[in-house]
């Protein structure tokens, strides 16, 4: 299965395109542009690069959050397009945490994705990886980070991935060895673990106008009318 991976729910514009298992190519980008600035000229420049046409695969796969309110929207209003232009295409959003989780899926054990919501507030998963497939232990969460982490069972080993990992491993289990850090690189959101996600469960494909963002909590509009209206 010939899958196109968009990740635009962080600080990077990521895309990759998968053949099943085997990974074809990736592009990860720090940029001071907006996502909708780069990351179409990224998939055809990586398409390109492959020899690869739209038509010519399978499935076409973004983050669905959570993550930046503007980058999701940038990365599910894409894929939208591509599968609109392409209607033989399947299309799924993934999980943020999930497809960190997929990063970090040569582990075995407990692996825990943490991204910075605000000060003190993360958002937060739990998932089981057994060297190569990945199950959620519960529901993705936005959370306050001290009551999370102080409560969190560490009496065997587990991983954690993601933006805010290093600090929290700093702040609430320097001592601890059994909570381990993953590799820097597998801490960024990657396109190829979204590829990876989908490719494990693949009848999470949906309709394109079915392809929504979650954010774990209310955005600011929502917020703000619910002012209005209180």
């Given at each position: 299965m010939?899958?196109?991976?968009?990740?635009?729910?962080?600080?990077?514009a990521?895309v990759?395109?998968?053949?099943?298992?085997?990974?074809?190519?990736?592009?990860?980008?720090?940029t001071?542009?907006?996502?909708?600035?780069?990351?179409?000229?990224?998939?055809?420049?990586?398409?390109?690069?492959?020899?690869?046409?739209?038509?010519g695969?399978?499935?076409?796969?973004?983050?669905?959050?959570?993550?930046?309110?503007?980058?999701?929207?940038?990365?599910?209003?894409?894929?939208?397009?591509?599968?609109?232009?392409?209607?033989?295409?399947k299309?799924?959003?993934?999980?943020?945490?999930?497809?960190?989780?997929?990063?970090?899926?040569?582990?075995?054990?407990?692996i825990?994705?943490v991204?910075y919501?605000?000060?003190?507030?993360?958002?937060v998963?739990?998932?089981?990886?057994?060297?190569?497939?990945?199950?959620?232990?519960?529901?993705?969460?936005v959370?306050?980070?001290?009551e999370?982490?102080?409560?969190?069972?560490?009496?065997?080993?587990?991983?954690?991935?993601?933006?805010?990992?290093?600090?929290?491993?700093?702040?609430y289990?320097?001592?601890?060895?059994?909570?381990?850090l993953?590799?820097?690189?597998?801490?960024?959101?990657?396109?190829?673990?979204?590829?990876?996600?989908?490719i494990?469960?693949?009848?999470?494909a949906?309709?394109?106008?079915?392809?929504?963002?979650s954010?774990?909590q209310?955005?600011?509009?929502?917020?703000?009318?619910?002012?209005?209206?209180?």
């Amino acid at each position: 299965m010939l899958t196109l991976g968009i990740d635009t729910s962080g600080k990077v514009a990521s895309v990759a395109v998968m053949d099943g298992e085997r990974l074809l190519a990736e592009k990860i980008l720090y940029t001071k542009l907006t996502h909708s600035q780069v990351i179409l000229p990224m998939v055809q420049e990586l398409l390109a690069d492959c020899g690869l046409e739209l038509r010519g695969l399978d499935a076409v796969v973004c983050a669905a959050g959570p993550g930046s309110y503007t980058g999701l929207r940038i990365g599910i209003a894409a894929v939208k397009g591509i599968v609109m232009g392409a209607p033989q295409l399947k299309c799924a959003a993934v999980s943020t945490l999930e497809a960190l989780a997929w990063g970090s899926s040569a582990f075995c054990g407990r692996i825990v994705p943490v991204m910075y919501a605000r000060p003190q507030i993360v958002y937060v998963g739990c998932y089981e990886s057994r060297g190569g497939s990945i199950r959620a232990l519960s529901e993705d969460k936005v959370t306050n980070e001290a009551e999370f982490f102080t409560a969190l069972d560490t009496s065997s080993p587990l991983m954690l991935t993601g933006d805010r990992a290093e600090e929290i491993r700093q702040t609430y289990f320097r001592d601890n060895s059994n909570v381990l850090l993953s590799p820097a690189a597998d801490r960024l959101q990657r396109a190829s673990a979204l590829c990876a996600a989908f490719i494990g469960s693949p009848e999470r494909a949906v309709p394109p106008a079915a392809l929504e963002a979650s954010y774990l909590q209310a955005t600011k509009a929502e917020k703000d009318k619910a002012h209005r209206d209180s």
